[in-house]
């Protein structure tokens, strides 16, 4: 008799698969200016502190508004403690300040921007990663993503001035498997991850310890937990054949 795979035994909430939240230190997110018509004033503000949160890439900078306001955002290259910045319409385009994508200069580089005007930044937060402006049309803001796609954005969007931080965070190897392990575990990801191929066939679907014995690996999205593994509802696999 085999035991539960490794989708059951997740969706069971033990702590082996759940995030450490509670070492968390605040969610990025823009202040809520919508009391304030952000667009034709600007607000100045101190970065007070540079922290490390647990599960993110990129580091956090606290933030204090000359209203009073405290709040967390994402850091961006060359932000430094003590550092004065600019929130609103009427601010420079300098590194680091927080400004209407329908006001930035077209070429800049921004990130965390919103996609809803008030909704605290949804796209472009990873360490390293920045979008570029490229030209503001009727329908609102053309942005390029690191993705390579473009999008139109609500002009009264906030974005930030600059490039994520930490971009070389993925240069560095883990070397090893103690620090990968801690790594992964504040993302509440299970490591090491065994391939199912190397399992006997009472531990998992793929398993078997025969070379021949390869199995489908395409499954239904109706599939029963015990057996929705690999391909799930795949359209196609493989690679793509050069036309």
Known sequence: MGKRILVQRRGRGSPVFRAATHRRVAPAKYPNLSEIDIVNKVLKGQVLELVHDPGRGAPLAYVELENGERYYTLAVEGLHEGQIIEVGGKASVNIGNILPVGIIPEGTMICNVELLPGDGGKLVRASGSYATVLSHTPEGTLISLPSGKTRYINDR???????????????????????????????????????????????????????????????????????KVGQIAAKRTGRKKKK
């Open 157 to 227: 969007c906030l974005a930030t001035i600059g490039v994520v931080a930490a971009s070389g965070r993925i240069e560095k190897p883990f070397v090893k498997a103690g620090k990968k392990f801690h790594w992964m575990k504040a993302k509440g990801h299970k490591y090491p991850r065994v391939r199912g191929r190397a399992m006997i066939a009472a531990l998992h679907p793929f398993g078997s310890g025969r070379r021949s014995a390869k199995k489908h690996t395409t499954v239904s999205r109706n599939a029963p937990p015990g057996a």
